[in-house]
């Protein structure tokens, strides 16, 4: 069975979607589309713009959904039997499979990442990731901190990322290198995702929701909140507005999809970081 595999924030790069402009009609036609939608030249910001601009939540977000939905339409084979996607990635791996457009997609997108970015200014949050712990242990030491930090990525079996305040971070962090951590590194983020932090964003982010159309899904999306297949619009929904405060199961899905009869695994999208991470996951699982 075919999995497809769909990025989040951290894969972006200056030029990306250029040659997909170029070399298909229908790829620059959606990116015309997606400039008309924003209001504004996307995808001059993705094609001339900097790396500084790029790294913008607001502007990641979206170049990383255009570009993967695009990839998945234009490719002659894309023919999934089960999808995830990480973070963001879900998202995109939902207009993929047409559970909702390409257009309201965006909408939905547009609205995240600018309640995100909102929240990131307003508050001091920051993320980690952490190898060559137990998930127990790091669990442990951030449940016994007394700010707000908790895990917020189980990516693979070697790396977990943890997310919250940034004191509650570098006492987490401290602690962690002092007890037999291999290698921690601060991500160059300016928020705390998947973490309490991000709670004012879940109400405001469910009415953009309830405003989209959804169908069921036709292929089973093994969704972050979960790491299990879920088919039905309503669950659906319900998961990518409760993503924003819970953890990403990574590992957990592909261990499930791997269970569940999966034998290929393409990732759709810019970079190859889940490509990456699957090795580790599939490696440490067999």
Request: aromatic share 10%.
């Amino acid at each position: 069975m075919k999995a497809y595999l769909f990025p989040g924030q951290g894969s972006q790069f200056v030029g990306m979607g250029k040659d997909l402009y170029k070399n298909s009609h229908l790829a620059k036609k959606l990116f015309q589309l997606s400039d008309e939608v924003l209001g504004f030249r996307m995808t001059s910001i993705m094609f001339e713009g900097s790396m500084e601009t790029l790294k913008n939540t607001i502007y990641t977000q979206l170049a990383i959904y255009i570009y993967s939905v695009i990839k998945a339409k234009i490719s002659n084979n894309f023919n999934p039997d089960m999808v995830a996607g990480h973070s963001l990635g879900e998202l995109s791996a939902l207009a993929a499979i047409k559970v909702f457009s390409f257009e309201d997609g965006l909408k939905l997108v547009n609205q995240r990442a600018s309640i995100m970015q909102n929240i990131c200014e307003s508050t001091h949050g920051g993320m980690a990731v952490i190898f060559g712990l137990k998930d127990s242990i790091i669990e442990e030491v951030c449940k016994k901190d007394r700010g707000i930090i908790v895990p917020s990525n189980y990516n693979s079996p070697e790396q977990l990322v943890i997310s919250g305040e940034i004191q509650a971070l570098k006492r987490v962090c401290f602690f962690l290198k002092k007890i037999g951590a291999k290698k921690i590194f601060i991500l160059p983020v300016h928020g705390a995702f998947h973490s309490p932090i991000m709670e004012p964003a879940k109400k405001k982010f469910q009415k953009i929701v309830n405003k989209i159309f959804f169908k069921d899904s036709k292929y089973p999306i093994y969704q972050n909140v979960t790491a299990l297949p879920v088919i039905k619009s309503c669950d659906i929904k319900k998961n990518i507005v409760k993503q924003l405060t819970s953890p990403v199961k990574w590992k957990q899905s592909i261990k499930n999809m791997i269970n569940h009869g999966a034998i290929s695994f393409t990732e759709i999208g810019p970079g190859n970081i889940l490509q990456n991470l699957m090795k580790k996951i599939s490696k440490n699982y067999s």
